[in-house]
């Protein structure tokens, strides 16, 4: 079983930037696929980015591309999304997922496609 742990959010202003991590611990915690979604109230919970568990893929949601970065410490177990010029739009509950990826190298985008979730973190953007 994985525990995901999320970290790094915060109350901001429009224009600021913010990194959130994602710390993954127990069995099979090494060399996930990773992901990060995020869920604003009355909302459905939207992809936000993902990278393979190489590290060497990556895929964003359109309206972050460009502002949003994700990266990967396999050495570390640990993934971060570093948001800059975040807006009031970017203000959700940013959960992190997993999933083993069994070789194939792919940055999953589905939400359906992740097997474990951390609690979340919650990130507010005012302007």
């Known amino acids: 079983q994985v525990k995901l742990v999320e970290s790094g959010g915060g109350s901001v202003q429009a224009g600021d930037s913010l990194t959130l991590s994602c710390a993954a611990s127990?069995?099979?915690?090494?060399?996930?696929?990773v992901g990060w979604f995020r869920q604003a109230p009355g909302n459905e919970r939207e992809f936000v980015a993902s990278?393979?568990?190489?590290?060497?893929?990556?895929a964003y949601l359109d309206s972050v591309k460009g502002r949003f970065a994700i990266s990967k410490d396999n050495a570390k177990n640990t993934v971060n999304l570093l948001m800059n010029s975040l807006q009031p739009a970017d203000s959700a509950l940013y959960y992190c997922?997993?999933?083993?990826?069994w070789g194939r190298g792919l940055a999953f985008e589905r939400s359906d496609e992740y097997t474990d979730w951390g609690q979340g973190t919650q990130v507010t953007v005012s302007s």
């Open positions: 997922a997993a999933r083993r990826d």
């Open positions: 127990g069995r099979g915690a090494s060399n996930l696929a």
């Open positions: 990278i393979a568990y190489r590290g060497d893929r990556t």
